[in-house]
Nanobody, 126 residues
Framework: QVQLVESGGGLVQAGGSLRLSCAASGRTFGPGFMAWFRQAPGKEREFVASIAWSGGRTYYTDSVKGRCTISRDNAENLVYLQMNSLKPEDTAVYYC???????????????????WGQGTQVTVSS
């Protein structure tokens, strides 16, 4: 049973920083990608960033490039999302996701990800 548990969300002022964590358990997670998605009120869930367990290749959506960094700790099965220079439009529930086995498509689409956490709320005040 794969489990993904996010933490680190909260309320922060614009310009501030947060680091989200995702603890993964229940299977061997390499190779493949882990990702962060987010869903703002009234909007569809969108891709934020992804990282390969092996090699550390990363992808980011344009709106967070230069402000966010995804990283992982293979030994502890942890994935992080460091978010800096936060903006009110970053307000959303942030979800950690684990890629489905043997996926060979794009790593920035929801379809790639089979396992999801419960989400952690990030609120950025102006």
């Amino acid at each position: 049973q794969v489990q993904l548990v996010e933490s680190g969300g909260g309320l922060v002022q614009a310009g501030g920083s947060l680091r989200l964590s995702c603890a993964a358990s229940g299977r061997t997670f390499g190779p493949g990608f882990m990702a962060w998605f987010r869903q703002a009120p009234g909007k569809e869930r969108e891709f934020v960033a992804s990282i390969a367990w092996s090699g550390g290749r990363t992808y980011y959506t344009d709106s967070v490039k230069g402000r966010c960094t995804i990283s992982r700790d293979n030994a502890e099965n942890l994935v992080y999302l460091q978010m800096n220079s936060l903006k009110p439009e970053d307000t959303a529930v942030y979800y950690c996701a684990a890629e489905r086995e043997y996926w060979h498509g794009s790593h920035d689409t929801e379809h790639a990800y089979k396992y999801w956490g419960q989400g952690t709320q990030v609120t950025v005040s102006s």
